[in-house]
């Protein structure tokens, strides 16, 4: 079983930028999609990105393609997202996920290990 810490949120104004970090333990990343959801209140919880770092494979959700962009470091193994030009409406808890192979991935349920959530909100 994988163990996840997000880190890097934060109360931004409209236009910032934030860098969300996913530090794992238990298990080497690059093997596996790693991805990032988020939730905003009274919404359900959406994928915004991942990465199968071992085959160099990133995508992304529609509605954040050329501002979200996500890396791994595999000394570290530690994934990251780079949030440019930030929207109110990307108010909403960060969420970093495993999954349980290198295939892509984009629904939550194929995520098995989940991160305890980092806040981000946006001001307008």
């Known amino acids: 079983q994988v163990q996840l810490v997000e880190s890097g949120g934060g109360l931004v104004q409209t236009g910032g930028s934030l860098r969300l970090s996913c530090a794992a333990s238990g298990r080497t990343f690059s093997r596996y999609a790693m991805g990032w959801f988020r939730q905003a209140p009274g919404k359900e919880r959406e994928f915004v990105a991942a990465i199968i770092w071992s085959a160099g494979i990133t995508y992304y959700a529609d509605s954040v393609k050329g501002r979200f962009t996500i890396s791994g470091d595999n000394a570290k193994n530690t994934v990251y997202l780079q949030i440019n030009s930030l929207k109110p409406e990307d108010t909403a808890i960060y969420y970093c996920?495993?999954?349980?192979?290198?295939?892509?991935?984009?629904?939550?349920?194929?995520?098995?290990?989940w991160g305890q959530g980092t806040q981000v909100t946006v001001s307008s």
């Open positions: 996920a495993a999954s349980r192979d290198s295939q892509v991935h984009t629904r939550t349920a194929d995520f098995g290990s």
